[in-house]
């Protein structure tokens, strides 16, 4: 089935033609390596980024004879290069509260997120405090109330359509007078008016850098890996409408493809902090390099 073929690695495909056995040796031609670019297209990883890694794999290496075994290996470490130095878990600062902004477009998965996150640190025994920032959306507030339950963390709220920097202003003054290590605010994903989101976030900074001047110490993008190459569109978007310190990538427990991950490690080298694996509370995962190298290989 197509399904398990994906869920096997884009490799899978590569070489099986004519059914041919994995120790089997061709020569490392054009057209070889024209498959396997294809094939990391078809897997989102974009097609500057699946050239560049194709040419790196091809490096020294040209009409050589190599089995599809060899080649999965020799990508598998292409892959792991490119990642390991974006595989990077929240950086966590003696700074109290440590004011960490969640940016991303409505359904990218931010609320999911902010919840997960929260009750790591929460177990973890860090102190959290969220801020329900996107004011507009009622649902979004119930959402994020309802996470914050789970997380066992406290949600800030503010009546729909209030103005989403006082909120986040009210938010890390109570922070700071509880002593929380972390505050978390969640933030509109309205792309519909770039401008005025751009103003709504921009107000939140300057709001909450006048209580602190270091703040927001993050500032995390969450992306939606069921967008494919759009999430690099996304990056491109966002860093022109806030100051993007790290990503985290949701929803890659079902058909996403994944490769799109190292398209953006490739082009832009943000941090990756974590990955959402479903839909409970515990499926966020640390990023690792090679097990995702593994998975997306085959
Ligand atoms: P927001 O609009 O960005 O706040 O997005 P939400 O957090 O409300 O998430 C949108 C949808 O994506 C919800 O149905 C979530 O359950 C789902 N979701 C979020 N993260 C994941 C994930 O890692 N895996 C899966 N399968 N679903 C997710």
Redesign the pocket.
Known sequence: APEETQRSGVLGRLFTKGGEAEELRRPLDDDMLQDLEDLLISADMGVETAARVTANLAEGRFGKRVSSREIKQLLAAEISRIMDPVARPLPLYAKKPQVVLVV?V????????IGKLASQFNAAGKKVVIAACDTFRAA?VE?LQVWGDRAGVPVLTAPQGSDPASLAFDAQKRAEEEGADLLMIDTA?RLQNRADLMEELAKIVRVIRKRDETAPHNTIL?LDATTGQNAVNQVEIFQKLADVSGLVM?????TARGGVLVALADQFGLPIHAI????QID?LAPFDPEEFAAALTG
């Open positions: 991303g409505n359904g990218a998965g931010k609320t999911t997120t979004a959402q994903g969450v949701t929803k890659l427990d079902g959402g694996v479903g839909e499926d």
